[in-house]
């Protein structure tokens, strides 16, 4: 009967002990393909536009820190050959965009405004008043560096991915800091 105890014992010591080495074994297994497949989603877009994968063409633009545009907002200029966009929380917008006539936008959380030199120059002095960073311009450019639209904000960064020839998305910039300016 001792015997048979011990037996027992022994048989669930490694019963269970092989259990664990398989978990441990599956564990590091599904840890490895993890890393790979987040690897692989973090270096995809980068070469997604030479990889040619069907359904996935991937192209983005960038902003490009322009003293010009800056000094076009600052001014109260409005380009002709744009429609202007603004994305924000009450009556002053976090980013103004304006989008070259040719090229459609996609809303999402971008308003379309009809601009004039007074909202433009109500908008620029409440701006640089309230946020946290002064805002400045930038050129939008496509995927080849030809500029598309400016960009106003006091948020250095943004995604502009290239949908098809005439289509682009900017996504929205988060709310910038506030100095905790007076916004009337």
Not at 61 to 88: A, C, M, W
Request: proline residues 4%; contains cysteine; glycine residues 8%.
């Amino acid at each position: 009967m001792k015997r048979l105890r011990v037996n027992i014992r022994l048989h669930k010591k490694r019963f269970w002990s092989e259990r664990i080495n398989y978990m441990q074994s599956l564990q590091s297994d599904i840890f490895r393909k993890m890393i790979i497949l987040t690897c692989i989603l973090m270096v995809l877009p980068v070469f997604s536009s030479a990889l040619e994968i069907p359904g996935l063409k991937l192209k983005y633009g960038k902003l490009e820190r322009s003293r010009e545009v800056t000094n076009k907002f600052e001014t109260y200029q409005i380009l002709p050959d744009h429609k202007y966009y603004t994305h924000g929380w009450g009556t002053v917008p976090y980013a103004i965009i304006g989008v070259h006539n040719k090229i459609k936008l996609r809303k999402g959380l971008w308003k379309e405004v009809e601009i004039t030199a007074q909202l433009l120059r109500s908008w620029v002095g409440r701006m640089d008043s309230i946020y946290g960073y002064p805002p400045y311009g930038s050129r939008i450019l496509d995927h080849k560096g030809n500029q598309i639209g400016v960009w106003y904000s006091s948020k250095q960064w943004t995604t502009v991915v290239i949908e098809e020839e005439n289509q682009i998305a900017v996504f929205a910039p988060e709310a910038p800091g506030f100095r905790g300016g007076s916004d009337k």
